[in-house]
């Protein structure tokens, strides 16, 4: 059985103690790779780091989150624009808008995240989209900007099914994770009906670990809990989950 993780920040000073332990149970869990996503300049050069020392496993993103969009926004982009420019990323992201926390910045995350889908354009890389109380708009700015060549992935989905199925419809794909474990989320169900046709897999670790982890650290291996439950709710068994759901990631990222 094999699994991607599309989203795991293991750069993360979460992991200093003991990455190696975590990418090698990972290994062992049939996580063939590790996708990071970026969040800005204070960790890129981290992440970079970890890229080259777990080579071929782990692959990095470039972008700026939408949480660490602040008054030195356009410094972050110039940086970003250096960091493409240089080498090869599996992604843009993660960017996306976040009207969870802040909303003193919400007209720049907007200025911030069109940037953004213009460079996966531009670079014909997918778009990796963080849409914490704000699916709907971030649903919009896709609409806005599909010519039928933009590709990307929701993460951390956690919408309707109207919402899954508009996202669907633009062709772009849902990073589902432990959210789906958690009692009451309701994204079991949202999936049931979804289906697996755009579904990949991510852990979004450290953050949001599966039931029986919830709430602890969480790491790559911990996305089986996730492939057991996605089976228990649809129709597939755990090989196809992971079937579909590596062929998807493989799909998205051209890896
Ligand atoms: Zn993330």
Redesign the pocket.
Known sequence: MTIIDT?S?VYLPEFDQDRETIVERADKAGIIRILM?A?DSTTHENMLEIEKHFAGKCMAMMGL?PCSVMEKYDVELGIIEQHLSKKKFVAIG?TGLDFYWDLSFKDQQYEVFQQQISWALQYNIPVVI?SRNSIDECIEMIQKNQDGSLKGVF??FSGSLQQAKKIMELGFYMGIGGVITFKNSGLDLVMKEAGLSNVILET?AP?LAPVPYRGKRNEPSYLNYVVDKLASVTTASVEEVSEITTANAQKLFSI
Do not use: L, S
């Open positions: 989203h920040h996503p969040i989150h993660e963080h993460h951390c979004d953050y």
